[in-house]
């Protein structure tokens, strides 16, 4: 794995950065979704690190996030750490990823957004908790 990948508040040659499980395959459907984790340039990599240490051990199934290449073309504030569910309707799942990151430390109230919404272009959220 390149440093950049474990860097994304430095790295420059793409937009964002991804890791899906080994163990499982993971494509974005109109039905998958994801627990937006927000985070300055100064705690995105620890952030970012903590996530990838959960795709690795089996606890998440896949995860992006923007870089700074992707916060400067966007003109964004923070980086966004994309943490992936199957399938938004299954409350059960959705919740239990969002209890994998409440173990890692992810306290904070997070958003959950649909992929078909991000895909339409609506802002509109599915949970905050």
Not at 41 to 56: G, H, K, R, T, Y
Not at 90 to 107: I, S
Not at 121 to 129: L, M, N, P, S
Request: aromatic fraction near 10%; glycine fraction near 8%.
């Amino acid at each position: 794995m390149p440093d950049s990948f474990l860097f994304p508040s430095t790295a420059l040659d793409a937009t964002w950065l991804g890791l899906t499980s080994p163990r499982q395959a993971f494509t974005s459907t109109d039905a998958s979704g994801k627990w937006l984790i927000f985070r300055p340039s100064a705690m995105v990599d620890q952030a970012w690190i903590q996530v990838l240490a959960l795709i690795s051990t089996g606890g998440l199934i896949c995860a992006k996030v923007s870089t700074r290449r992707g916060i400067v073309l966007g003109g964004y504030a923070d980086h966004v750490i994309c943490v992936y569910t199957r399938d938004w309707r299954d409350t059960e799942d959705v919740m239990k990823v969002r209890g994998v990151l409440r173990v890692a430390g992810f306290v904070e109230v997070l958003r959950y957004k649909r992929d078909l919404d991000t895909r339409l272009g609506i802002e509109r959220f599915v949970y905050e908790v």
